[in-house]
T-cell receptor
Framework: AQSVTQLGSHVSVSEGALVLLRCNYSSSVPPYLFWYVQYPNQGLQLLLKYTSAATLVKGINGFEAEFKKSETSFHLTKPSAHMSDAAEYFCAVRENFGNEKLTFGTGTRLTIIP | NAGVTQTPKFQVLKTGQSMTLQCAQDMNHEYMSWYRQDPGMGLRLIHYSVGAGITDQGEVPNGYNVSRSTTEDFPLRLLSAAPSQTSVYFC??????????FGDGTRLSIL
């Protein structure tokens, strides 16, 4: 069975500092991995996805994530945090093409300190 | 395009009442799903559908029914509401092999 672990339910960074949100996955087959962002009182918006092409994936709003098979990780980073990045971030895994079910992590709430 | 539209946005029910949460998408996506979001638990899959006439259970299906008579619509029915069903409900759709598009959610309180 597939699963996702997000380390740190709350992360605070200063404006302009590096953002690092951690995600580790468990899957019996090569996974498809996703990062979603949720702003207050809104639905989830796709930030980026890994589908077995390049291991470094670039997404919207300056975010990127690197797939590391040896570490079973897919951490999300952004070089310089902006106040507008304050939101909740979810990592999700899907086992393979054709199996559309997503398994989500428990989320990380990102706070930006002015 | 409206994308994924959920109605209502807010609802308060009494224990034992029934209601239907509506979900409609205009992208001709085959796959649709319902999730519930609870603090500290992420999103958990309730039911999903891979096409009209086909539905299946997710991780937390008890107390909920679904049907898929058309590609566009995927309603979620609460048969007899319980306080444990107080949550935020999200509907999502995707093409096969694609990324899921989410609605803005329905905030449901059961008293």
């Amino acid at each position: 069975a597939q699963s996702v672990t997000q380390l740190g339910s709350h992360v605070s960074v200063s404006e302009g500092a590096l953002v690092l949100l951690r995600c580790n996955y468990s899957s019996s087959v090569p996974p498809y991995l996703f990062w979603y962002v949720q702003y207050p009182n809104q639905g989830l918006q796709l930030l980026l996805k890994y589908t077995s092409a390049a291991t470094l994936v670039k997404g919207i709003n300056g975010f990127e994530a690197e797939f590391k098979k040896s570490e079973t990780s897919f951490h999300l980073t952004k070089p310089s945090a902006h106040m507008s990045d304050a939101a909740e971030y979810f990592c999700a895994v899907r086992e393979n093409f054709g199996n559309e079910k997503l398994t989500f992590g428990t989320g990380t709430r990102l706070t930006i300190i002015p | 395009n409206a994308g994924v539209t959920q109605t209502p946005k807010f609802q308060v029910l009494k224990t034992g009442q029934s209601m239907t949460l509506q979900c409609a998408q205009d992208m001709n996506h085959e796959y649709m799903s319902w999730y519930r979001q609870d603090p500290g638990m992420g999103l958990r899959l309730i039911h999903y559908s891979v096409g009209a006439g086909i539905t299946d259970q997710g991780e937390v299906p008890n107390g909920y029914n679904v049907s898929r008579s058309t590609t566009e619509d995927f309603p979620l029915r609460l048969l007899s509401a319980a306080p444990s069903q107080t949550s935020v409900y999200f509907c999502a759709s995707s093409p096969q092999g694609g990324s899921q598009h989410f609605g803005d959610g329905t905030r449901l309180s059961i008293l």
